[in-house]
């Protein structure tokens, strides 16, 4: 059906966030050079900052929250979390040339469902085996990575970290050392060339030190600035409502869902 495998490759795309042309393929970063080895961290770094950073970001599995992650006008991610039980739910939407998807997504432990236009109707869900999907695989939630921007990983590949003001910080991100995190996939950062090393972020905490927003400054694309990717945090310890579906409305995942997601 000519609409299922339209709304499955819009899909595909969608889960990349950026850095892909229209047909799929990475698109070329300014600088045409080739991505070199890991650099060690910048002794720049203030250590007050990173540790304030990443206490923010480890303190995400032990609360509630809500998260919106939106890229320019073409991507937005919203999900309700709670990690502390493994459930949430999330609806990712993506607008493309002539076309346009929202899929949403149910997590209750180590199950995934996902509602995805063509593929299911109405009320019914999809239920997904993890097992056949690739490692870097996202389609908004995923069991083991309730947070979709795996945020305390990103932070980990921090090269810089400094205080720009109360409750506010900077640094760059060598995201080579963190491919597949926040739906960048390595496709696209093996895109980014060179730059991909020195990505420039910046932070927030709100009065409780919590993460508050976390914006990536993408590299420039095609000679085209790129779209920032924002995150951000709120409505910590709200009710999550996350129930797994009636089996009368759940089907398994067709093999072209797995194909359309770089499975088997």
């Known amino acids: 059906m000519r609409t299922s495998r339209l709304a499955l490759s819009v899909a595909a795309a969608t889960f990349a966030v950026a850095g892909c042309n229209a047909n799929g393929t990475p698109a070329a970063s300014s600088s045409s050079a080739p991505a070199a080895s890991a650099a060690a961290p910048s002794t720049s770094a203030d250590p007050a900052a990173v ?145 991909a090393q020195k990505v420039p972020f910046e932070a927030t905490l709100d009065p409780q030190d919590r993460l508050e927003t976390l914006t990536l400054r993408l590299p420039a694309v095609d000679n085209r600035e790129a779209q920032p990717l924002v995150v951000k945090y709120s409505d910590y310890g709200q009710t999550v409502t996350a129930q797994k579906p009636p089996a009368g409305q759940v089907v398994e995942a067709p093999d072209n869902v797995y194909q359309a997601l770089g499975g088997k």
């Open 51 to 195: 540790k304030a950073l990443s206490d923010a970001a480890a303190a995400l599995g032990n609360n509630s929250f809500k998260m919106t992650m939106t890229s320019g006008s073409g991507f937005q991610l919203t999900a309700n979390l709670d990690p502390p039980h493994g459930t949430g739910n999330a609806e990712v939407s993506a607008k493309g040339a002539n076309t346009s998807i929202t899929v949403k997504t149910l997590l209750t432990g180590q199950d995934l469902y996902a509602q995805i236009p063509g593929v299911t109707q109405g009320d019914t869900w999809t239920h997904l085996d993890m097992a056949r999907l690739p490692d870097g695989a996202n389609i908004g939630l995923k069991p083991g990575q309730i947070d979709p921007a795996n945020t305390a990983e990103l932070l980990k590949s921090t090269t810089d970290v400094t205080t720009a003001g109360e409750g506010s910080y900077s640094g760059t991100l060598d995201l080579t050392k963190a491919a597949g995190v926040a739906g960048i996939s390595k496709v696209t950062v093996d895109g980014y060339g060179a730059d």
